[in-house]
């Protein structure tokens, strides 16, 4: 599909991004050729950045990135429409939509979100999350032979819950015997026994992350 858009002189194209189940839209961005590949292989949007000159993928400092459910391309070949399933938020105002304004100046659109904790320095978290989360769906897809992930997949619910119970203990353990570095190491493996159990469940990382937003 990349060699039928017309780029522009600059080597981009803008493309509109529309949330797939309500029809709003969200956000108007630009893609160059290898943006455009990138989300294509990826399944989640990337974007040329013209300000910084550089390639960004949606979300991946804060954590509400976009799921690619389809991309359409206009008669004239020189403008993508891209549907999507949005996590958390689109607009880094903490608007659903960057389109939460009229031509007066008014909020038609609330706030859902404080765009503070997105944004600060150094929240890799939702990052790494979300690229583990993904990896743990790849492997669930494709049972490759060898991956800890496929056997715990082939072993079942019952043996993802056992692991989930025994990396819970191990981190009470070393809570307990105040060992700092021992609770990081243990933590990591809870976490990522979770992420095995959420997608084995069909649960989305953005669904519990709006839960903790509700709660807060």
Not at 91 to 120: Q, V, W
Not at 164 to 191: Q, S, W
Request: glycine share 6%; aromatic share 10%; net charge negative.
């Amino acid at each position: 599909m990349t060699e039928q858009i017309r780029f522009d002189e600059q080597g981009l194209v803008p493309a509109v991004v529309q949330d797939q189940k309500s029809g709003q839209v969200l956000m108007v961005a630009y893609m160059n050729a290898e943006a455009l590949q990138r989300t294509k292989e990826t399944g989640y949007t990337w974007f040329f950045s013209r300000s910084r000159n550089c390639l960004w993928m949606k979300g991946e400092s804060s954590g509400h990135r976009q799921k690619v459910k389809q991309i359409l391309y206009d008669c004239d070949q020189d403008a993508l429409l891209i549907l999507v399933e949005q996590t958390g938020v689109a607009c880094h105002t903490g608007h659903y939509s960057c389109f939460y304004r009229d031509l007066a100046g008014n909020e038609i659109e609330p706030k859902r979100i404080d765009p503070a904790p997105m944004y600060a320095a150094g929240q890799e978290g939702p990052a790494i999350l979300y690229e583990l989360y993904n990896l743990i769906q790849e492997r669930r897809e494709q049972m490759p032979e060898g991956s800890y992930t496929t056997y715990l997949f082939r072993e079942g619910i019952d043996k993802i819950l056992k692991k989930v119970g025994e990396e819970n203990a191990e981190v009470i353990i070393a809570a307990k015997n105040k060992k700092k570095e021992e609770v990081v190491y243990e933590t990591a493996d809870l976490l990522y026994h979770l992420l095995v159990l959420l997608v084995e469940q069909n649960v989305e990382l953005g669904e519990i992350f709006a839960e903790l937003r509700r709660r807060r």
